[in-house]
């Protein structure tokens, strides 16, 4: 009699024995165009990860639904920011957002998109927050991070297929360097480094009105910094700028 433990390991070794369909695309795929058996597709893009920091510091402050409020001004500004810059939203876990971009503007679509996200901080959701807490003893000022990195991706899906009537629970991943080191940068909380935090395959590409600003006109963008994160060592360019929506 097979038991489900026996029938885990089975599914186990049928997903390491399957060979990948493979495909590669221009266009970052939808869930239901990817087999979730066997599909795969490669993509050039960039990766963007924007992440509200300390909310669990958040939570034990204040009450839940005030933290809530908070943290999902937070998502549902960057995500209407990655949107509008062109993005897709491939991912929410907990208090971060995932953006991808592709195309000939990937990277300057991304770091338009950071520079805002920082402005939604600092001139939007901190200002409203304040306001808030005007007459409270408690104090908050929302702090965060965006992390960007280029390069090619192995998009596929994960999840559980329809077995036996049962509702289909899945969604689509991002293997590859890019997708991981932006998500690494979007946590990186250096006091010498900006919020913004690009690899320098993605600021070597940036136009002039990605690179630089104000008047008289100067860089937006310090470094190259040379950070370590999860396995890689990298360098990186940072930014405490802002560039309104």
Do not use: C
Request: no cysteine; charged share 20%; net charge positive.
């Amino acid at each position: 009699m097979s038991t489900f433990s026996d029938e885990l390991t089975a599914s186990m070794t049928t997903l390491m024995s399957t060979a990948w369909v493979e495909s590669t695309s221009d266009i970052f795929p939808k869930t239901a165009d990817v087999a979730l058996r066997d599909g795969a597709v490669r993509i050039e893009a960039a990766y963007l990860y924007a992440d509200m920091a300390q909310s669990t510091l958040l939570q034990k402050s204040f009450k839940d639904w005030f933290a809530a409020k908070v943290i999902r001004m937070y998502l549902a500004g960057a995500s209407r920011i990655i949107r509008n810059n062109g993005g897709s939203i491939k991912s929410f876990d907990g208090d971060r957002v995932m953006g991808v971009f592709v195309g000939g503007r990937k990277r300057n679509d991304a770091a338009r998109t950071a520079l805002q996200i920082n402005w939604l901080v600092q001139l939007s959701i901190n200002p409203i927050v304040a306001e808030r807490l005007k007459d409270s003893k408690t104090k908050w000022k929302v702090t965060h991070g965006v992390g960007i990195g280029v390069g090619e991706a192995f998009v596929t899906r994960a999840g559980v297929r329809n077995v036996s009537g049962e509702t289909t629970h899945n969604d689509l991943i991002s293997i590859g360097r890019a997708p991981n080191v932006a998500a690494k940068l979007s946590a990186v909380r250096d006091p010498g480094l900006g919020p913004l935090l690009i690899t320098s395959d993605v600021f070597s590409m940036l136009d002039g009105s990605q690179k630089e600003g104000g008047v008289p006109t100067q860089s937006m963008w310090t470094g190259p910094h040379h950070v370590d994160v999860g396995p890689y060592s990298i360098n990186v360019h940072s930014s405490t700028w802002r560039s309104q929506p």
